[in-house]
């Protein structure tokens, strides 16, 4: 009897714990994804050298994520920007990272966040689709596809 307490016990006890705390977390990370739909790109006319790029990013995550760059093998820089209204006149500034909630959303829209596009190391056309990656915080990378628009 008291052999099977035990083997009872030691069957509870293998369970109630992980194999490793480093599994867990695996498991529970393996579920979890950053999503960037809908991109697009403004084309601006006469050749200037800069567009801008618009998105949906979803952090289906349980965890906040935190985008802190982002490149294009189409253009020599990329950086993450915002446009504010302060007494009435548009500002835009450059914005070291985009937080995104827990299982939130950020909008990269016009007037609003967004991505400069600076320096296309060549024309774009209507309707191109254009590589850009994301860098978030803890180091994985995200690729996504923008589409390049007409104004």
Known sequence: MKNIAIAALSVVLAASFPASAGQRTQTVEADCQIVIADGWIRLLPGGMPMHAGFARIENHCSKAVEIVAATSPVYA???????????????????????????????????????????PQRPLQAGEQVDIHFRLADGRQIAAKFEAREP
């Open 77 to 119: 820089e990329v950086e993450l920007h915002e446009t504010t209204r302060v007494q009435g006149v548009s500002r835009m500034r450059q914005i070291p990272a985009l937080p995104i909630a827990a299982r939130g959303q950020a909008r990269l829209q016009p007037g609003g966040l967004h991505l400069m596009l600076m320096r």
